[in-house]
């Protein structure tokens, strides 16, 4: 079956970088991204990944956050640097599969930037 485990989390002071990285499993992914979520907030995109050459961003993260993936070991990576404490959250790995038309999720990991 499909599993995502995010990876990576932790607690970083302002302006540090943290490394997330989700393994997946179970399929092949056409999408895979992040998203987060900060307490009484809801989910929100941080950026998705087709290829090298397609990604998404959302403007708070843009110019500090970079996306990529490993396809060979099926696996994401979100290189957070510049962290902000409005950073501060649950960070989610997504994967979709366009044949299966089922969107997955991982567990979080946790990340919190202090001032």
């Known amino acids: 079956q499909v599993q995502l485990v995010e990876s990576g989390g932790g607690l970083v002071q302002a302006g540090g970088s943290l490394r997330l990285s989700c393994a997946a499993s179970?399929?092949?992914?056409?999408?895979m991204g992040w998203y987060r979520q900060a307490p009484g907030k809801e989910r929100e995109l941080v950026a998705t990944i087709r290829s090298a050459v397609n990604t998404l961003y959302a403007d708070s993260v843009k110019g500090r956050f970079t996306i990529s993936r490993d396809n060979a070991k099926n696996t994401v990576y979100l290189q957070m640097n510049t962290l902000k404490p409005e950073d501060t959250a649950v960070y989610y790995c997504?994967?979709?599969?366009?044949?299966?038309?089922?969107?997955?999720w991982g567990q979080g990991t946790q990340v919190t930037v202090s001032s």
């Open positions: 179970g399929s092949i992914f056409n999408v």
């Open positions: 997504n994967a979709y599969n366009n044949y299966r038309g089922v969107n997955y």
